[in-house]
Structures are given as C-alpha cells and as structure tokens.
C-alpha cells in the first residue's frame, strides 16, 4: 500500500524556536502533499498544498511566512514552524497524493506543544 | 466552494450492532468520496472509498452508499468491533481538484 511517514511525532520547544517536520512518501512519488492542521475534538485544517519543485500555495488566513513549506523532492516535504508561540500548538498532519488526483493518505501527525 | 455536513457528531454503539453515519455534499461536481478513520494521536487512514459513477461499494464489514441525486453518501458498518472505536471523517472531492472538503467528524464509541 501507500506508506507516508511523518517526522517527529510529537515536539516540545521553547517560544521563539523553530520546528521542522518532514513528511516522506515512503513507496511512491508524490507529486502533491498537503499540510493539514487539527485541534482537539475537530477535522482537518488544510494550511497548504505543495507540489515539488515549486511553491506552496497557500489556504486564506495561513501565514506563507510563519509556516514554510518546502517540497524538494518526490517523496519530501517539510514543514517549518519558525517563531513558535503556544498558540501555534497543534496536531500537524501531512498528506500525500500519488499523482492519480484521488487518494489521499495520511502521515502520523506530529502534535507541536510550544511552552 | 464544497461545503460537507457529517451527522451525527457522536455515536454509540453496543458491540456486535451496526453503525451508520451520513453524510451530505453541497458541490454537484464532486465525484469522489472517501471516509477515514482517525484513531487518538494518529493522522487519518483511507478505509473505504467510492466513486460517483457507483452507488454502493462493499469491503467486508464496511460499506460506503452514494445517492448522487440527494448529495448524500453514508457509511455503514456491521458488526462492531471494540477496535471499531475511533474518529470517522468523510469528505468529498472534485476528480479534478486537488483538495479534499472534510466533514465535521464522528466519535464511534463501541460498548463492550
């Protein structure tokens, strides 16, 4: 099947720091992944679509600055978190299609807890 | 844009009964469904999906109905699990569009 592996799993940082995350396709090329972001006891956020070898596009109201998305290859994308603050805690989520425009799966989530 | 109402938002079920959850779509052009299961701490994971162009699809103790007409499409799973137990999304999709619209969720809680 269609493995996505989502690094770290979970993260504690101080305020101020910075927090990457990486996302790899583990069994096949990933030409689109998306950045999801999830609060307790709700769905799925989406923050950003990235396609490799160009920039990410954003969804209305995600910071292009705050949350930097990279997706160097086809089977990596990343996911940093700079300038962290408490309120940027969350489960982060990342998802990864195999070109065919259709299924979706879905990393480990990584929950971020900035103190 | 699509818009996805999931109903309900929680569910209990006694061990060995069946659960179902409905969802509805507001985009006529989506043509493709699928439903994910979401368990504590985990990202979701594809347990069954379909297509517009079929009304009903089957795998094992889960099945997924589609009433294109209605906009609606439903999850049905018969004889529950303990293991059942977990957070279940649907969402919808233009064939083609990249994103994903999310239903809102449902907390599946089987009663030993």
């Known amino acids: 099947g269609a493995v996505v592996s989502q690094h770290p799993s979970w993260v504690i940082c101080k305020s101020g720091t910075s927090v990457k995350i990486e996302c790899r396709s583990l069994?096949?090329?990933?030409?689109?992944m998306f950045w999801y972001r999830q609060f307790p006891k709700q769905s799925l956020m989406l923050m950003a679509t990235?396609?490799?070898?160009?920039?990410?596009?954003?969804e209305q109201g995600v910071e292009k600055d705050k949350f930097l998305i990279n997706h160097a290859s086809l089977t990596l994308s990343t996911l940093t978190v700079t300038s962290a603050h408490p309120e940027d805690s969350s489960f982060y989520i990342c998802?990864?299609?195999?070109?065919?425009?259709?299924?979706?799966?879905f990393g480990s989530g990584t929950q971020l807890s900035v103190l | 844009g699509e818009n996805v109402e999931q109903h309900p938002s929680t569910l209990s079920v006694q061990e060995g009964d069946s659960a179902v959850i409905k969802c509805t779509y507001s985009?006529?052009?989506?043509?493709?469904f699928p439903w994910y299961k979401q368990e504590l701490g985990k990202g979701p994971q594809l347990i069954i999906d379909?297509?517009?162009?079929?009304g009903e699809k089957k795998d094992q103790r889960i099945a997924v109905t589609l009433n294109k007409t209605a906009k609606h499409f439903s999850l049905h799973i018969t004889e529950t699990q303990p293991e059942d137990s977990a957070v279940y999304f649907c969402?919808?999709?233009?064939?083609?569009?990249?994103?994903?619209?999310f239903g809102t969720g449902t907390r599946l809680t089987i009663i030993p």
């Open positions: 998802s990864a299609s195999r070109g065919d425009n259709e299924k979706l799966f």
């Open positions: 069994d096949f090329q990933a030409t689109t």
């Open positions: 990235s396609n490799e070898g160009s920039k990410a596009t954003y």
């Open positions: 985009d006529s052009a989506s043509n493709y």
């Open positions: 379909i297509r517009s162009n079929v």
């Open positions: 969402a919808a999709k233009d064939f083609g569009n990249e994103k994903l619209t």
